[in-house]
């Protein structure tokens, strides 16, 4: 198959009738329009075959998780999605791996109205690197920097159930009931696009977490020159991560398992029962997990209120 | 090396303090302002090792290819550039390789004065993605639409220097005089981003040279829907590669041979004179080197005027 053959069959697939988009995919660049009174948002997401994915995943999901993990960043910024460049680089250009990969791009950039406005390809190992753009009004977005002391710490949805689903598809833990959805969250994460939205204005600060709960909660402390405490007993978990792995096993899945996408983020104490309420209408609840505290450090308290000895912080490229 | 020391190494190197860079390196995503009136070209190219660029290759030199090839596709639109985004996949962390490459992306950065905006830095085969990202006011993007019967076609500065280049480093052509000026023209390709900006309004189209003369000319001619006819004795020749290569190897060089990046573009033969006097006050003189014909398809002719058969039309991935 001829690269532009493959251009075509992506394009036909993932380029998306936008009004902003002023020209698109097939010329030496897009050209785009930005709405009066936003900024831009812009973030990039490099997945490598076998590092961020498994060597037997199927491409639609690697189109999925490539385009996801990119409007994650963007749902942690507050921002509306509206276009993403697309470098895909391939081993051998198979047909029929290009389209069920266009398809699963296709398929999370439907929902989001999102638009491939432009892209690369380029023969090499499976490498993909997405750059999605968005729109949020610059004194609305949400940065890392605003954690304030007194801050409740909230957390979307469940955590460790993509580090559950990464177990299971590497054999290190027993396949059981509800193992088909922790394997979807790592294969299929779901940007929290709108809770990111009914975020503006009302958290002080604000990641996605992707390297796990402590590592990225740490980055907002050291952005804000902070610390946190976060409480065991509110860590939310799946009842298909509680049917399939015990106590002691599920704590490091949930503190520092990664890959969950959801939204860590901060806010005041009296703020938080009517964002939580918010939240839970829009299909993706929240949990109250911690505080944040002037004290430098993301501290975790068991069930006794004792300060337990924190496992791995996170997953970091390069450390040995 | 941990992953943020390198990402800290880059950003010392890289971010540049621009009015319009609302948040820089170190969120979910960065925050940017698009100038009233103007429209967002955005190009993302990538580059993989042992593809793109041999595989000795100093780190320098990748760094800042990897940053011409896009500010190339920017110029072939009319842009100004002003931010990228690198996404950097690295089989290790080494920290003189990683500061090397800095300092080659930053070299032609700071020519332009563009800002890195963000990025990710990954682990695996040496791959290079970059996402730029310029202005332009939408009426005067160089498209390659816009190609006339009687149009004249031109092109920037010298071609198949860099594909002799390429042969001297592969050792497929004898050293000599001037071969450090074509290894240049392979390692460090200039973009031609003020010539881009001298045709705003006067080209009818435009591309950048990165596949090969007739293969670039092709896509303007298909984009079109017209064709072309190249007048071999036009073709610009640096001395360096007069002096190198014979007539016979040179010609499919120059046809074909690509990582020229230069600019090819048509424009009304009454403008063309005054086109190539700016161009050759800009620094980088322009060549008329055939003309816009309502037949489809781009033709050679020699130097009685006879029509030649094409060599290979450039570079294409994945052509077997």
């Known amino acids: 198959m001829a690269e532009f053959d493959l251009i075509e069959l992506i ?43 498994p060597k037997d995943t199927a491409p639609y999901d690697i189109g999925w998780k490539a385009l996801a993990v990119n409007l994650s960043d963007l749902a942690a910024m507050g921002a509306t999605p509206a276009w993403a460049t697309l470098a895909l680089t391939l081993p051998d250009a198979d047909a029929g791996w290009v389209a069920a990969f266009a398809d699963g791009f296709a398929a999370l950039a439907g929902e989001c109205k999102l ?22 009004p ?17 957390v979307t949805g469940t955590l460790g159930d993509a580090a559950a689903g990464l177990a299971l598809r590497q054999g ?6 509800g193992e088909e959805q922790l394997i979807a969250r790592l294969d299929r994460p779901v940007p929290r696009i709108a809770q990111g939205l009914l975020l503006r204005g009302r958290a002080h600060a604000c990641i996605d ?46 503190l520092g398992g990664g890959d969950d996408y959801e939204l860590c983020f901060t ?8 964002l939580l309420n918010d939240l839970a209408r829009s299909g993706c609840a929240a949990t109250r997990i911690g ?26 490229h390069f450390s040995s």
Not at 116 to 128: E, K, N, S, V, Y
Not at 140 to 147: I, K, V, Y
């Open 209 to 254: 977490v992707s390297d796990g709960l402590l590592a990225d909660l740490g980055h907002i402390c050291n952005a804000s020159a902070v610390g946190a405490e976060i409480d065991l007993a509110m860590l939310p978990a799946s009842p298909a991560l509680l049917g399939l792995v015990a106590d002691d096993a599920r704590v490091p899945l949930q």
């Open 115 to 136: 638009a491939l406005a432009g892209g690369d390809t380029t023969r090499g190992p499976l490498t993909i690197t997405v750059t999605a753009h968005g729109f949020v």
């Open 11 to 53: 394009r036909m697939r993932c380029a998306r009738a936008r009004a902003d988009v002023r020209l698109g995919i097939g010329d030496d660049a897009a050209l785009l329009a930005v709405p009066g009174g936003q900024a831009l948002a812009v973030c990039t997401d490099t997945l490598v075959c076998g590092v961020h994915f």
């Open 267 to 274: 806010a005041a104490p009296a703020l938080a029962t009517g």
């Open 138 to 154: 610059e004194h609305l977005a949400l940065r890392r920097t605003g954690a304030q002391p007194g801050d409740a710490v909230l």
């Open 291 to 316: 505080r944040i505290v002037a004290e430098p450090g993301v501290r975790v308290r068991d069930v006794d209120g004792a300060f337990i000895a924190s496992p791995r912080a996170g997953w970091e």
């Open 172 to 177: 290190a833990l027993r396949p059981g009931r």
